[in-house]
């Protein structure tokens, strides 16, 4: 069901949500690999996402920040369509992938998942060596040749700044490494199939210190390479590593634009609120 202006209708009992940001908040971007437009979510009945659009800019690193349950995660699913993992889950909207709608159910979603790769909050590596980690995405997309193998796990480890410190015991389990290694194995997996797009949800949170700040070099690192679209709690960090920010309250965004204005000039009253730490 469409409005006269063409946008999708909430189904009924939906909460209403607030209305859609100030389009002046939201800065167009020049290179954009991926475009979001009036995208919506459902969970059942119950709206998570409400007609977002923006641009994300590509091989640069955007943060998305907002207070508990304004729908981050979710939003950062549906670039990778893990949402479909869940039940009662509707989405309306586009969402362009170099120009391609991502959304559409025909989507191939493994190859999808090859472009737009996922580092999650708690590092998950697989209960075998270090090396097989690594090369995973690669086995299971049929390449079967050692020195090819041999070199992407280097590279990767490389890329992840991890290559020094496993370099001795790369067929060693991966579970015997730290936390912080951890991390970086996952990152290194996904970089190995070389996506286009890495997804990060609160990769530091569950770090020390020491490893929040060697994934933060390391997301200096990949910048320029990578797209990066990274959710965190933390402010200083996302003033720190990101290129732009988003501000999503309550499913709606707020506030897109670059970091720098976003933490030192923000348009939008309650982004100032949110990262002066007056809510959230
Ligand atoms: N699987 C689900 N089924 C139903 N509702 C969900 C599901 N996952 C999330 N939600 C709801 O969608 C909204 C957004 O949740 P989401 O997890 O995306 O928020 P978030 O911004 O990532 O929060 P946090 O900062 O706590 O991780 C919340 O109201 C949440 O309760
Ligand atoms: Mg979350």
Redesign the pocket.
Known sequence: MNSSDGHPVPPTGTEPAPGPADPSAIVPIDDAVVQVRHLSLY??D?R?LSDITMDFPRNQVTALI?P????????LRCFNRMNDL?DGVRTTGEILLDGQDITDPAIDVIQLRRRVGMVFQRPTPFPKSIYENVAYGLRIAGIRDRATLDAAVERSLRRAALWDEVCQRLHGSALELSGGQHQRVCIARAIAVDPEIILMDEPCSALDPRSTTRIEDLLGELRGDYTIIM?T?NMQQAARVSDYTAF?YE?VLIEFGATKQIFTRPRRSETEDYITGRFG
């Open positions: 969970y059942g119950s998570a907002g508990s349950g304004c729908g981050k995660s979710t939003f869940i959710v709690h999503l499913g």
